[in-house]
């Protein structure tokens, strides 16, 4: 039995400004959307060129406080090849941003980008 990996789902405060980070710092598109007005949500997918991955944002209309993401969350992980411009592109759009680091023993091969919404995202060195 094989299984394999379809999407990640997170719930989302601001659909336009998480659209626009997703979009504008990360390079995602949108593949597909789906509103349900009557149950007041809408939920989009967003992925990378190679699109065999999405990201799922749920969008609950009008949400009265910040969602908690929780002490068991951790962070998605993308993947670049030029990680220094990344980062420095990431830190001109005003975002949240960690310093370069490695794992111990290791030279810097990531850091952190947060989301609108809080959740981290690592960028990773393509090897």
């Known amino acids: 039995m094989e299984y ?3 999407h990640t789902c997170i719930r989302v405060m601001d659909l336009e400004k998480s659209l ?3 979009k504008e710092a990360l390079g ?3 593949t597909r959307r789906k509103d349900f007005p009557e149950d007041e949500f809408t939920l989009v997918y967003l992925s990378d060129a190679d699109g065999k991955f999405e990201l799922e944002l749920t969008y609950n209309y009008n949400p009265e406080k910040p969602y ?3 002490d068991g969350y951790s962070h998605l992980a993308m993947s670049v090849k030029d990680l220094e411009s990344s980062r420095q592109k990431h830190l001109e759009m005003g975002y949240e941003v960690t310093e370069l680091s490695g794992l111990p023993g290791d030279p810097p091969k990531f850091y952190f980008v947060t ?3 809080g959740y981290d995202i690592e960028i990773i060195r393509a090897k």
């Open 4 to 6: 394999k990996f379809l």
């Open 20 to 22: 626009k980070f997703y």
């Open 28 to 30: 995602l598109v949108e």
């Open 68 to 70: 908690v993401i929780g």
């Open 115 to 117: 989301d609108p919404d």
